[in-house]
């Protein structure tokens, strides 16, 4: 683990880079920048090492990105700071050998939702010079796509409750051309609808022809779901055989 890797200036643009120990491909290891979840109000990096540590052992070098949190900002600039984060995969994977053609993007919960702005919604790469079709996959776990208006107290400040700001859900963003998708969830979350969320966008995405492949996982909750990618927890659900899988399987699911 390369710790505190900054892509941009200030205090929370930071990421820890994991390098996988197995031999380097000949084009670089596959890439995966992935954002945690927390409701844009908590979270830290050094909270989710087990999901470096996870993807490193499979073979995927792996960028494990802050960014900053409501009260310090609010809707959109964590997905500024997203974006910041993965323009630094796609521009420096090579210099920690990676593959720059096969760098995809990562959330859980909020983060997921980071990450599917980033796959869906030009605006944010746009603005570093890079586009989402750039970008080999896109991976969602336990994602927020549709939930507007609001009901968790916590997200509302965050978008502005109740002047919600438009274009901010990625449900509507969704167009044919966008990168392929592995969308996971837990069959019972309680906190972010399966249904309405994942199925939803995933229904969108088929609909708009962009590749796209579903797996609703029972013994997990919202929060067991990306626990499930940690050694003492792989028993709960396939989730590190799932993207794996989606990570070196064909370009199509």
């Not at 031999?23 to 890439?31: D, E, M, R, Y």
């Not at 073979?59 to 993965?86: K, M, N």
């Not at 995969?89 to 593959?99: E, F, K, P, S, V």
């Not at 609808?193 to 962009?210: D, K, M």
């Amino acid at each position: 683990m390369h710790e505190g890797v900054t892509y941009g200036p200030l205090h929370r643009q930071r990421l820890d880079v994991y390098v996988p120990r197995a031999a380097q491909p000949p084009k670089g290891w596959p890439v995966v920048v992935f954002y945690y979840g927390g409701s844009w109000n908590r979270g830290e990096r050094a909270q989710y090492r087990f999901v470096g540590e996870a993807l490193a052992s499979r073979g995927i070098l792996t960028l494990v990105a802050d960014y900053r949190l409501y009260p310090e900002v609010r809707y959109p600039d964590f997905l500024r700071d997203s974006a910041a984060a993965l323009s630094y995969g796609l521009d420096h994977a090579a210099d920690w050998g990676g593959n720059p053609d096969k760098v995809y993007v990562m959330g859980h919960s909020a983060g997921a939702y980071n990450a599917a702005m980033m796959a869906l919604d030009p605006r944010w790469l746009a603005a570093h010079g890079r586009s989402p079709q750039q970008l080999a996959g896109w991976i969602g776990l336990a994602g927020p796509y549709d939930f507007l208006p609001l009901t968790n107290v916590d997200a509302m400040p965050v978008f502005h409750h109740p002047n919600y700001p438009a274009n901010s859900q990625p449900l509507d963003h969704v167009q044919p051309g966008a990168p392929r998708a592995l969308l996971l969830a837990a069959l019972e979350d309680d906190l972010v609808n399966p249904q309405r969320n994942t199925a939803g966008i995933a229904e969108r995405l088929g609909a708009a022809q962009v590749p796209v492949l579903v797996k609703m996982h029972t013994r997990v909750n919202h929060i067991t779901l990306v626990a499930a990618l940690s050694r003492p927890l792989r028993w709960m659900a396939p989730v590190l055989n799932d993207v794996v899988q989606f990570i070196q399987g064909p370009a199509s699911p």
